[in-house]
């Protein structure tokens, strides 16, 4: 049922348009602090920890503020998806005129909030929005620019993290994350692929353009660079020196069984459509996430 133009949306339906539930993509913004624990040239604290939960949840406004401007824009194309017609705009339970002036509130809001955390950190945010606005507005429609575009916002999130706390991202660390949200994005794309076969065009152009065997191989090439790229990241030697500990390789193993895990899901189970939500649901995911947690958390902890 639509809503009536003047009516005041609900605080559940705003919410629901806001996409929270990804939220959990920002997260990336706190592995620059994470991994600065171990670092033993770097000192942490409660103080620094609350500066970067502040840039967290600053990217959560920036990236709230563009998922309106997305679903404004395709709200037509959603409307023919079986699952995204459901969304706020799409189905018309949240009107056009409060999702766009909750979009701009929210960017300004990042924007402002940023440069008063730090100039630097501001630019990247900034940075981070026109990129996603020119995303939506363009880029979204060609293939493989799509998921690259993706894949450097998750790089962007990182390296302003290091910002900051004030550290020197490790390359490989931003290569690793890159690698791992092109990984996501692929099987996204094929799974939208899979689901929409007879309305590609119709729902997104750019999947019109794709091959699901290209795809298929892109997949395993990106997950195979992701295990070698992590494992040279943990075996290098400036990181065991910056660590002071060669331990950190026993997490290879961890991030090899989430990589396969997600493949089963997405080939055995039809998954990959949803990765926030595959993340936080799927049992064998969840422990492994549990454990490499805990994991890297002890290394650093008697390291130190």
């Known amino acids: 049922m639509t809503a009536h133009p003047t009516s005041f949306p609900s605080t559940l339906v705003i919410l629901r348009a806001l996409r ?3 939220w959990t993509k920002n997260l990336v913004v706190l592995a620059a602090f994470f991994f600065a624990f171990g670092d033993k040239t770097q000192s942490v604290s409660l103080d620094l920890f609350i500066r970067v939960g502040e840039a967290c949840v600053l990217f959560c406004l920036a990236s709230s503020g563009i998922y309106l401007i997305n679903d404004i824009r395709d709200r037509a194309a959603d409307s023919l998806h079986p699952v ?3 969304r706020p705009i799409a189905s018309g339970k949240l009107p056009v005129f409060p999702a766009a002036v909750t979009s701009v509130f929210l ?3 990042s924007l402002l909030g940023s440069l008063w955390l730090s100039p630097p950190f501001a630019l990247i945010v900034g940075s981070y929005i026109l990129l996603q606005v020119i995303y939506t507005l363009w880029l979204k429609h060609v293939a493989l ?3 690259f575009i993706i894949a450097i916002g998750f790089v962007m999130r990182a390296a302003a993290g290091g910002v900051v706390v004030a550290v020197v991202v490790s390359p490989w660390l931003l290569l690793c994350a890159f690698l791992l949200a092109l990984f996501l ?3 996204k794309r094929r799974h939208e692929k899979r689901l929409m076969e007879e309305d590609n065009a119709l729902h997104r152009p750019s999947l019109e353009q794709y091959d699901q065997k290209l795809l298929d191989q892109l997949i395993a090439i990106v997950s195979a660079a992701t295990i070698v790229s992590y494992s040279i990241y943990t075996l290098w030697p400036d990181t065991q020196l910056k660590f002071h500990t060669p331990l950190l ?3 290879i193993p961890l991030v090899i069984f989430g990589i396969f895990r997600y493949l089963d899901l997405v080939y055995r189970k039809e998954g990959g459509g949803r990765p926030e939500k595959t993340l936080l649901t799927d049992g064998p995911l969840l422990i492994d996430l ?3 947690g805990l994991t890297v958390l002890g290394i650093f902890v008697f390291s130190r």
Do not use: E, M
């Open 20 to 22: 929270v539930n990804q």
């Open 84 to 86: 995204k017609r459901f």
């Open 107 to 109: 960017l300004a809001a």
């Open 145 to 147: 620019v799509d998921v």
């Open 185 to 187: 994005a692929l099987c």
């Open 249 to 251: 390789s026993l997490t």
């Open 290 to 292: 549990a454990l490499y």
